[in-house]
C-alpha cells in the first residue's frame, strides 16, 4: 500500500510531466515551480484545506465524502434517511453498517460528492483526456481564452495558458460569482492576476454567446445539461474551430455527466490516498484539482497547435486514476509517453 512520500512524488512527476508540455509550445514562459502546495502556501498556517472532507469507513471499505456547500449538508437526511445531529459523526454512524456500493449509489444519485476507495492497482476506465474533432479554425498570434470555470482546476488552467501568452478572458455569471472569491484572496487574486473580468446574467444568453463566439479556448467547469439549458453546446463551438475545455468529475458522458465531485474526493476515489496503519489517508491539498488544471492547459495547446477545433472531455477521477498508476514507477518514467500525455489519441482533432 502506498505511503504518503509515494503519493505525493507520483502527483509531482504528473505535473511536472505537464508542465514541461505546456513549456514546449512556449520556451522561455515563467510557470509556477509550486502547483500543488501553492494554495496553502499563498493562504498561510490558518488555512484548512480539508474541513469539508472525510474518508469515512463502510461496512466493507471506505468512502470518500466532501460536504462544502450548505446544500450538500441539507441532503444529509435524505441519505441516512434520519434526522442529523453533528453531521460527520451521524454520516459515520450511518455508514459504517452499510455496504460501500450501496451507500456511494445512494450518495451519488441525490446528488453528493463521494466516491468509493478503490483498491491499489484498479485500472483506469477511460483515458483523462478525450478529444473529439470539430472544424478547422484560423491560428492566431495571441489566443483568447474565455474561462467560465470557477473553484481551482479550470481557472490554474486558465492561469498556465495566459503565462505562455494568451489572452485571458474570465466570464462570471451574476447569479453566481466564483466560489473561489469565498477562499484565501491571495490565492484568488494570483489565479487570475492580468486577466481580463466580465460579469454577465446568463439569463442574457446573446450576450454570453457573443463573449463565447469570439474564443478560441473555451474553458468550463459546468455539467453539459447545464450548458445545453443555456442554449450552449460545445460541439457547435468545436465545429467553427474553436478548443472548448470540459472539466467533469467523472466525464461528459451520459452515465457520469451529472455526477459531482471537488479535488479532494475525486483525488481519493481515484486511489491517490496513503495507507496509514491499513487506514486510507488524503494527501496534499485537493490534488484532484491542480493536477487537472495542469492536464487541462496541456492537452488545449497541444490541440491548438495540432490545428482545428475540438471538444476536450477532461475528465478529473481518470487523470486522478493515471496518477495514482504511477505510483510506486519511480515517478512514473516507465510510462511511454503516449501514456504520459493522458489524450485519447484515437480521438485526437486532426490538423487543419
Not at 481557472?155 to 455569471?173: D, T, Y
Request: charged share 25%; hydrophobic share 45%; with cysteine.
Amino acid at each position: 500500500m502506498s505511503s504518503p512520500a509515494e503519493v505525493l512524488a507520483a502527483a509531482e512527476a504528473a505535473v511536472r510531466d505537464g508542465l514541461t508540455r505546456i513549456a514546449a509550445h512556449a520556451p522561455g514562459a515563467i510557470l509556477p515551480e509550486d502547483v500543488l502546495g501553492e494554495r496553502q502556501r499563498l493562504a498561510g498556517p490558518g488555512f484548512m484545506p480539508r474541513s469539508a472532507f472525510r474518508i469515512l469507513q463502510a461496512a466493507d471499505g471506505w468512502l470518500a465524502l466532501s460536504l462544502p456547500r450548505e446544500s450538500d449538508r441539507e441532503l444529509l437526511p435524505a441519505l441516512i434517511q434520519g434526522l442529523v445531529g453533528e453531521p460527520w459523526e451521524a454520516v459515520a454512524s450511518w455508514l459504517v453498517t452499510r455496504p460501500l456500493e450501496q451507500a456511494e449509489s445512494r450518495a451519488v444519485l441525490l446528488g453528493l460528492p463521494a466516491a468509493r476507495i478503490p483498491r491499489p492497482g484498479q485500472a483506469p476506465r477511460r483515458p483523462p483526456v478525450i478529444a473529439a474533432a470539430g472544424g478547422p479554425r484560423t491560428p492566431v498570434e495571441r489566443p483568447l481564452v474565455v474561462d467560465l470555470s470557477s473553484l481551482w482546476a479550470g481557472p490554474l488552467a486558465a492561469r498556465l495558458l495566459g503565462l505562455v501568452g494568451a489572452r485571458v478572458l474570465k466570464v462570471e455569471s451574476v447569479a453566481r460569482p466564483d466560489g473561489g472569491r469565498l477562499g484565501p484572496p491571495e490565492f484568488f487574486r494570483v489565479m487570475h492576476a492580468g486577466h481580463e473580468s466580465k460579469v454577465i446574467d446568463f439569463a442574457d444568453r446573446a450576450a454570453l454567446r457573443g463573449v463565447l463566439e469570439s474564443a478560441d479556448i473555451v474553458i468550463e467547469a459546468s455539467r453539459p445539461r447545464a450548458l445545453r439549458q443555456l442554449g450552449l453546446r460545445a460541439e457547435e463551438f468545436a465545429a467553427r474551430g474553436s478548443v472548448w475545455v470540459s472539466i467533469t468529475a467523472y466525464g461528459r458522458d451520459d452515465a457520469n455527466a451529472m455526477r459531482v465531485g471537488f479535488g479532494d474526493d475525486v483525488a481519493a476515489g481515484a486511489g491517490l490516498v496513503a495507507y496509514l496503519g491499513g487506514v486510507p489517508r488524503a494527501i496534499g491539498d485537493a490534488l484532484g484539482d491542480p493536477i487537472t488544471g495542469v492536464a487541462a492547459a496541456a492537452a488545449a495547446l497541444d490541440q491548438l497547435a495540432a490545428g482545428g477545433g475540438a471538444v476536450l472531455d477532461v475528465s478529473m477521477h481518470d487523470v486522478c486514476c493515471e496518477v495514482a498508476a504511477r505510483i510506486g514507477t519511480a515517478g512514473g518514467r516507465g510510462l511511454s509517453r503516449r501514456r504520459r500525455s493522458g489524450v485519447s489519441e484515437g480521438r485526437r482533432a486532426p490538423r487543419s
